[in-house]
Structures are given as structure tokens and as C-alpha cells.
């Protein structure tokens, strides 16, 4: 992880992720959500828990689309454009482009939204029907509230997601289901920067992570796995650092381990980001304190507005006095809260100077002789606290 520009954004008006910390899991249009969370002023942490196998190098795919040939659906379902897209493009290049759309031709189509229908057009074939909700599931019941269901052929273009319950489920009632694997997922090559997201999300330097696939949660919690760290990352997701999901579906195996992940109300990348915005500010305490108003961030303070970056030991001391606002804490109260603890309590002095330093406003922190620290709130806001 690279450290956050100490410059950035001292002047004009803060973006809301200004001084938080967004790790991006997703391989697929990971560019586009880290630019949109830069834009909000996001340091932006990438990790890709996932490697996109090539089409052109997967057998799985070209046996399903041999077979398909050889023998055509009664219906098939097209899920995602990118990936029926890229299911003709990897046809074309094995020389099984036009037998695929002929045999498809002659099957009843049937498109998850707008965009699986434009992917259909485009390779010259037409949907008989696409659910106004774009939802598997409402695809998955029109198909079981067939009546020749039993015996018939059904081809289910996947796009990473397994999809197993909707296999299943048209499998239980009797249909021939032959799954299209489109765009198969594995472990990224280099697991180095997912080792050291880990790392972040256990030692609280990242505020929230973002996943677009519930493959991504899984291959997180794979790599955890190898490193015997599930436990520890699952404490993590439960405390300091949100998980954010694109929808339910991606959010499915992290809610099964107990874990508080959100989603927009649409399942889109952007709405993601703007979701973000709301919920982190909001996770913030603001304290009023000493005639000013403080906002702890993840790696900077907001102080009357502007961002003031603090390095990691005297965040850690700001956050720890911000949990007990107006309470008293020691050295000794406060050093396990430093970067690797210690028994050294002057490192817990030598925080709280460079802190005082990195607010510009040293009497935001309050020494109480021979006690410790204190954030020092304004009187009103003490009174309130006694009622």
C-alpha cells in the first residue's frame, strides 16, 4: 500500500472520501470503480482477489459450445452482455461462430436485461423474453412454470458466477441443463498485493473494501485461508473496516460468515461509489472540541473543514482518545493502540506532539497533568454528555 499525499486536498471543499482508505477486489473494471473513488477523494487500495481465465484458453467453454453445435438447446438463457458477447467473439476465433448462432437460432432465447438483449441483437439473434426486473430469478421461475420443462434442454450462459442454485433448481424439475462458462475465474497470479491487503484490513488501515462478485469474497477468503487468517479477517469485516458489495448476491457469502455488508438500491458500480460517499463520512466521529469542530477520518482529520493528514501512530492515539471522547486515557491506556504496541510510553508522547503538530491546533488534545490525554470538548458538549 502506498502511504496517502500529505498534500492532497489542504484546500477548497473536501470531497466524502477525502482521508479514507477503499480497497478495490474486483479484476474486472477495477480501473473504472478506483477512478470513481479517486474522484471522491478515496486513497484507493487495488487487490484483484481474481484472474479472469482467457477464453481463448479455456476447454471448458469450447466443449460446451461444441456441444451446443452438435446438438442445439430448447432454450437458452444469455445473462450478461460482456459475456454472450465474448462467447460469440471466442466462437469466431475457434471457427464455431456461425454454427453456434445457428444452433442458438433455432432455440428460444431468453435475456436476464438490456444489455444480454443488445448482445443478442448484435450477434444477429433475438430474445423471445427478458423480465423488465433483470433478475436471474425471474428468469429461473418463467422457466419452472413451463410445463414441458421435464426432458428439456436448457443452456445457461454463466459469467463468473456459478449459478448453482438457478442449475440446480431447473436440474431438480427435471430439465437438461447444459452450464456455459463464460469468463471462469481463479487466483490471481501475484497474490502479493492481496497478502498485503490483508495485512491492512488487520492492522485498520483500510476503511472499507469493495467487492463486485461474490467470487472476489471467496477468493479473499481463500487466500486468508492458505495464510490461517479467516478468523482474523472475519473480526476485522465485523469492526473498523465496511464492506461494501454491488448487490446482494455479491454480498451472499459474506453476510453467511455474519459480516455487516451493505449494497445501493441499484446494482451499479456508480452507485457503489456514491453509497460510499454517505456511509463513511457518516462512520466518522465528530467531536467538538477546544472552540473547534474535529472529524476523525481513516488517515486524516477534517478540522473546521480542512483535511489534515496524520501519520499512522498519532491516528491510532486520535481514533483510541475519539472512542472515549472527553475520558481520560494514560500512556499506558494508549500504547496498545501504536502500530506493533510496545512498553515504551514515551512513544505515546512522542504520538500525541507529532499529532498536535499534524492538527495545528494543540489544544485539541488536552494533557491532564500526571494522568494522560484527553480530547478536550467544549463545555456544552460535556454537559450534554452528563445529562
Known amino acids: 500500500m502506498s502511504a496517502p499525499d500529505p498534500s492532497r486536498n489542504r484546500t477548497g471543499p473536501v470531497p466524502p472520501l477525502a482521508g479514507f482508505t477503499v480497497a478495490v ?19 484507493v487500495v487495488h ?30 438463457v444469455a445473462t ?12 469466431d476465433g475457434w471457427g464455431e461462430g456461425e454454427a453456434l448462432r445457428s444452433a442458438l437460432g433455432r432455440s428460444e432465447l431468453l435475456a436476464r436485461g438490456p444489455k444480454a438483449c443488445g448482445a443478442l441483437r448484435a450477434a444477429g439473434l433475438r430474445e423471445a423474453w427478458s423480465p423488465a426486473s433483470e433478475s436471474s430469478t425471474e428468469v429461473l421461475e418463467r422457466l419452472l412454470a413451463r410445463d414441458d420443462l421435464d426432458g428439456l434442454r436448457v443452456a445457461v450462459q454463466l459469467h463468473g458466477e456459478p ?14 441443463v447444459v452450464p456455459v462458462p463464460v469468463y471462469r475465474w481463479t487466483g490471481p497470479l501475484d497474490p502479493g498485493p492481496l497478502d498485503r491487503l490483508i495485512d491492512a484490513v488487520l492492522g485498520g488501515g483500510v476503511d472499507a473494501v469493495t467487492f463486485t462478485s461474490a467470487l472476489a469474497a471467496a477468493g479473499l477468503y481463500a487466500r486468508a485461508e492458505e495464510g490461517g ?26 453476510l453467511a460468515r455474519d459480516i455487516p455488508a451493505y449494497w445501493p438500491d441499484r446494482f451499479r ?18 467531536l467538538p ?15 473546521d473543514g480542512e483535511l489534515r493528514p496524520v ?40 504520538a500525541v506532539a507529532r499529532l498536535r503538530t499534524s492538527l495545528g491546533a494543540s489544544s485539541v488534545v488536552q494533557t491532564v497533568t500526571k494522568r494522560g490525554y484527553r480530547i478536550a470538548l467544549d463545555p456544552a458538549a460535556v454537559c450534554e454528555g452528563d445529562i
Not at 323 to 342: E, I, K, N, T
Request: hydrophobic share 45%.
Open 229 to 254: 487468517r479467516t478468523e482474523e479477517l472475519t473480526r476485522a469485516l465485523r469492526g473498523r473496516t465496511q464492506v461494501a458489495c454491488v448487490g446482494p448476491v455479491t454480498a451472499a457469502p459474506l
Open 311 to 350: 501519520s499512522p501512530g498519532p491516528m491510532a492515539v486520535l481514533r483510541a482518545l475519539a472512542r472515549h471522547p472527553g475520558q481520560v486515557m494514560s500512556c499506558a491506556d494508549l500504547l496498545p493502540y501504536l502500530p506493533g504496541g510496545g512498553t515504551d510510553e514515551h512513544a505515546v508522547e512522542a
Open 25 to 43: 477486489t474486483a479484476a474486472r473494471r477495477a480501473e473504472e470503480l478506483g477512478a470513481l473513488l479517486e474522484r471522491r477523494g478515496a486513497e
Open 80 to 91: 450478461t452482455g460482456i459475456g454472450f458477447r465474448g462467447w460469440m467473439e471466442a466462437a
Open 163 to 176: 449459478l448453482r442454485d438457478f442449475i440446480d433448481a431447473l436440474r431438480g424439475a427435471g430439465a437438461e
Open 289 to 303: 472540541a477546544a472552540g473547534h469542530t474535529l472529524e476523525v477520518r481513516g488517515w486524516a482529520a477534517l478540522l
Open 47 to 76: 487487490a484483484p482477489a481474481l484472474r479472469i481465465v482467457p477464453l481463448a484458453d479455456d476447454e471448458e467453454l469450447r466443449d460446451a459450445t461444441k456441444q451446443l453445435v452438435a446438438r442445439p438447446p430448447d432454450v437458452a
Open 269 to 286: 458500480v456508480g452507485a457503489l461509489v456514491r453509497l460510499l460517499g454517505e456511509r463513511l463520512p457518516a462512520s466518522a466521529p465528530t
